[in-house]
């Protein structure tokens, strides 16, 4: 059994030990009178809220919740065509669920770190995290499904309402890349092109 708690698998271990780490780093500034992070940036902890775009870790949330940010701050077309790609999956007995949609820059950043400390190199990381600047999910374009049964349900259906798999080793990812019925463009190896 992991000694901390929810951290069971080594890409959780990881990022529970980075957690911890960011933990000691705040309580540190704290000490010395500063309430962000060292270099005068927001703190880790605060990015981990739903303002920001956060959601736990396996966490999934109805496309229909506009009480989130990560759904209300999507690009408008975006949201209507995963409401309309859901709404006909139901109908096919899958539901598909949001593991993450809009995010804050530094909700990107903070992602962008921890993948670094867990691949060990920012080239590893980029193939999985993109930098705030390049990321379509901070510009509300792009959402990341579940279960991996809805994925799969929108690797097959997605075209057909202009959503499309954008990168092959990240089943999950979908932007609106083409017309409704149009013919997605060729998948990326990985985020890092």
Known sequence: M????????????????????????VVGCAAVGSPTGADGGISS?????????????????????????LISQLDPALREAV????????ADDYDIRIASGWRSADYQQSLLDDAIVEYGSEDEALKWVSTPEASEHVKGNAVDVGPTDASDWMSRFGDEFGLCQIYSNEMWHYELATTPGGECPDKRTDASG
Do not use: N, Q
Not at 83 to 90: G, I, L, M, V, Y
């Open 2 to 25: 992991s000694p901390l708690p929810g951290c069971v698998t080594r890409r959780s271990i990881s990022l529970c030990i980075t957690a911890a780490l960011s933990m000691l780093a």
């Open 45 to 69: 902890e605060s990015v981990h809220s739903a303002a920001h775009g956060y959601l736990e870790e396996g966490e999934l949330v109805s496309p229909f919740d506009d009480s989130l940010p």
């Open 83 to 90: 409401r309309a790609a859901a709404t006909a999956a139901e």
